[in-house]
């Protein structure tokens, strides 16, 4: 099963807002309400960000934002920060009874 | 405070086998579906099994169906992921994580992961 497609690259400048894509099929993203998203900075291990498409878990900031519409999901991060620099990526479950994660982007603060 | 720690990684030559193991700590174990994750040096997440909570339901990637078997410790809150016929492909850091799960009358789905180790790595080379 291919990965869920993101950008590979995005950026912004500290104060902006922006906002990464992740695309499925009916299978999957457009199937089901359980997309989430994790942060990973470099060496480290992923932050749950994001759940059931657009809900927060406590103490994730609320620049921190998903939605979807058909097979897309996206995760806006408004404000941005210097600290929100690191690779992103999506899944979500899928058909088979499993999990299906999205390429990874990396975002870059300018 | 929920702990992760995976240990049993290493250096593996290709066909040789290794069994992983995560300690979990800080919440009920046997109430969580869990989860192995990898990562293969500067790639990308990829999720490689699941195990329901009493350890009676896995499910695993294409990928290692046949090779890898995940199972559980519920008594000594254990995860296992017994990794055999390696191949170089899965060189990777593994992460054990602690997977939120619903279930209707007929099937249960994996909504997400919510905790996460800091990963063991598994170097598969001659």
């Known amino acids: 099963q291919s990965a869920l497609t993101q950008p590979a690259s995005v ?37 749950l960000m994001i759940y059931d498409v657009s809900d927060r878990p406590s103490g994730v900031s609320n620049r921190f934002s998903g939605s979807k519409s058909g097979n897309t999901a996206s995760l806006t991060i408004s404000g941005l920060q210097a600290e929100d620099e690191a690779d992103y990526y999506c899944t979500s479950y899928t058909t088979s009874s499993t999990l299906l994660f999205g390429g990874g982007t990396k975002l870059t603060v300018l | 405070e929920v702990q992760l720690v995976e240990s049993g990684g290493g250096l593996v030559q290709p066909g040789g086998s290794l069994r992983l193991s995560c300690a979990a700590s800080g919440f009920s174990f046997r109430g969580f579906w869990m989860t192995w994750v990898r990562q293969a040096p500067g790639k990308g997440l990829e999720w490689v099994a699941n195990i329901e909570e009493d350890g009676n339901e896995e499910y695993y990637v294409d990928s290692v169906k046949g090779r890898f078997t995940i199972s559980r410790d519920n008594a000594k809150n254990l995860l296992y992921l017994q990794i055999n016929s390696l191949r170089a492909e899965d060189s990777a850091v593994y992460y054990c994580a602690r997977g939120r799960a619903s279930c209707s009358a007929t099937s249960c789905y994996t909504r997400y992961i919510d905790y996460w180790g800091l990963g063991t790595l598994v170097t598969v080379s001659s």
Do not use: E, L
Request: with cysteine; charged share 5%; proline share 8%.
């Open chain 1, 11 to 47: 950026s912004g400048s500290p104060g902006q807002s922006i906002t990464i894509s992740c695309t499925g099929t009916s299978s999957d993203v457009g199937g089901y309400n359980y997309v989430s998203w994790y942060q990973q900075h470099p060496g480290q291990g992923p932050k």
